[in-house]
């Protein structure tokens, strides 16, 4: 039997096994898709050998840039932006493919009738990288936020209610309020949250983050990343089930 899986760290907090195994039992298909955890990348190793039928995945947090160093190859886009979150193997080769940025720009474009000018990320990680990407297709000026000057153009605590002010779209990519830490949120001036503002949490379990809930009690306009899991998962989807040579004529190898 195929199979396919998550490669991440924690994975209580996914729907993506219901998702896919309830795809291949509504069409037909005899294949599985396991949750594979991981305490660390070089685990990926033992996976690979104990799983024979593996055919694909998708990664998580905190692998997406992990991963890179055991891949083939690369599309254009996972290989532009430094992260992956979809894998394809064919022979036991590794393949890497980034379908965040499909789901994240299919969450993003009906807002894009808005006026953003600009926006602030939350986290520097591979999924950032991906709503960076998009950001900058969409001609939306953007700073990340991090713990760390070296990684992030801010760190939190130069967050003031004046730069909250100033940044209309706050997305958040760090794990913090997903379940079942669900009572964590990054830590920002809540109060400078205005009805202009629009936050995006790609945390969907739970479906109303604390980060979330913080902004809509100030009147902005809420979202989470369910329709970004979908959509990134139907485009993972697409990948699988490309022809072989399809997927070694759309990846460049990496560098040896």
Not at 136 to 154: E, P
Not at 218 to 240: C, H, S, T
Request: glycine share 6%; charged share 20%.
């Amino acid at each position: 039997m195929e199979t396919y899986g998550l490669l991440g760290k924690k994975l209580t907090h996914s729907y993506s096994a219901e998702y896919f195994n309830s795809k291949f039992q509504k069409e037909g298909i005899d294949s599985i898709y396991k949750l594979f955890e991981i305490d660390n990348i070089q685990q990926i190793s033992n996976i690979l050998e104990t799983q024979p039928f593996l055919r694909g995945l998708n990664v998580t947090i905190p692998y997406k840039e992990k991963i890179i160093p055991f891949l083939e190859g690369l599309d254009k886009n996972a290989a532009k932006i430094g992260a992956v979150n979809t894998i394809r193997i064919v022979e036991g080769k590794l393949y890497g493919f980034n379908t965040d940025i499909i789901g994240f720009e299919q969450l993003l474009n009906p807002l894009t009738k808005k006026n953003i000018p600009k926006a602030l990320i939350f986290g520097t990680g591979g999924a950032a990288k991906a709503v960076g990407f998009v950001l900058k297709k969409k001609g939306i000026s953007f700073k990340t936020v991090s713990r760390s000057k070296a990684k992030g153009d801010l760190v939190w605590e130069e967050i003031t209610p004046e730069i909250i002010a100033n940044y209309q779209l706050l997305i958040n990519t760090t794990p913090l309020g997903m379940a079942p830490q669900i009572a964590t949120a990054p830590s920002l001036p809540y109060e400078a949250v205005t009805p202009n503002h629009l936050a995006i949490d790609l945390i969907y379990n739970p479906k109303t983050t604390v980060f979330l809930k913080r902004c809509f009690e100030q009147k902005a306009v809420i979202f989470n990343g369910l329709p970004m899991l979908y959509a990134q998962a139907e485009a993972a989807w697409k990948i699988w089930n490309l022809s072989e040579n399809a997927i070694i004529e759309s990846v460049s190898s990496m560098p040896k």
